[in-house]
Structures are given as structure tokens and as C-alpha cells.
């Protein structure tokens, strides 16, 4: 009898564990990005924190997602990120210096998404030359 109660035990608790492991958030095939986007990007230079409005157009390919960025004050860029509760991926940005020299990066991102939004930072684009880049680069998109 302990016996059975032991390994009935084992087996609730294996059940539970299961349970308990299975996410109750989207799956990646369940989360549909695809589309266009608004929002903001926040970012710090010179000390100051800035909010820049931005737009985005995005397309899926399964738990894939790549697209197009662009801010209201200029820079823009591409994005590819893997789609699911977190996601990861690369970030690029272009913009134009005030003396018209064209600068271009690419740096990491990682954040969360969900149908109706997204949300990620940036890891810090290291300064070349005359390219100085923000630091604290966050965005956040919305349907």
C-alpha cells in the first residue's frame, strides 16, 4: 500500500510538473506580426532622453519576422527578429549626420512580442568616427 501511494505521489507530481511546464503564453505560430506598426523609440544622447515616434512594416514567415523602421526624425533601418513571447534578433539603423555624411549600424535586440505588440532594446552600437550612435535605444510597438 505505501508503495502505491508512493508512486501514485510520483505520478501526480510528474503530472503536475508537466502541466505546470507547458507555457500558458502564444506559441511562436500563434503570434502574428505581420502588418504595420507604430510606436515609439526612446534613446539617450547627450543625457538627454529622447522619444522619437516610429513606424514599422513587418512580415512573417512562420516564427520568422523581418522588415522595415523608420523614425519621424530620419533614421531608419531593417529588423529581423524570431517570433514568440521573446524575441531576439538584429537591429539596423541609417542615418544622415548634419554635415550629410551617412552613417549605418547594426546591433542586436532582444524584447518580447505578442499580436498587438512589441517591445525590445538594443545593445550599445559602438561610436565610429564622425557616426555617433544613442545609447539605451528602446522601442515599442504597438497595432
Known amino acids: 500500500m505505501t508503495t502505491r501511494r508512493a508512486v501514485g505521489a510520483v505520478l501526480v507530481c510528474g503530472c503536475a510538473l508537466a502541466l505546470g ?5 502564444m506559441s511562436p505560430s ?3 506580426v505581420d502588418g504595420s506598426w507604430t510606436g515609439t ?3 539617450v544622447t547627450a543625457g538627454v532622453t529622447v522619444t ?5 512594416r513587418l512580415t512573417q514567415d512562420g516564427s520568422n519576422a523581418s522588415g522595415t523602421w523608420m523614425s519621424e526624425s530620419g533614421p531608419s533601418g531593417d529588423l529581423t527578429f524570431t517570433v514568440g513571447a ?3 534578433g538584429t537591429l539596423t ?3 544622415t549626420t548634419l554635415i550629410g555624411q551617412t552613417c549605418s549600424a547594426t546591433t542586436n ?4 512580442a505578442a499580436s498587438g505588440t ?10 565610429g568616427g564622425i557616426c555617433q550612435w544613442a545609447a539605451s535605444n528602446q522601442f515599442s510597438f504597438r497595432r
Open 109 to 112: 535586440l532582444s524584447g518580447s
Open 21 to 25: 511546464s507547458c507555457d500558458s503564453g
Open 41 to 43: 523609440w526612446r534613446f
Open 93 to 95: 539603423i541609417t542615418q
Open 118 to 127: 512589441i517591445e525590445f532594446t538594443t545593445t550599445e552600437i559602438t561610436p
Open 30 to 32: 500563434d503570434i502574428d
Open 86 to 88: 521573446s524575441i531576439s
Open 52 to 56: 522619437d515616434t516610429v513606424t514599422a
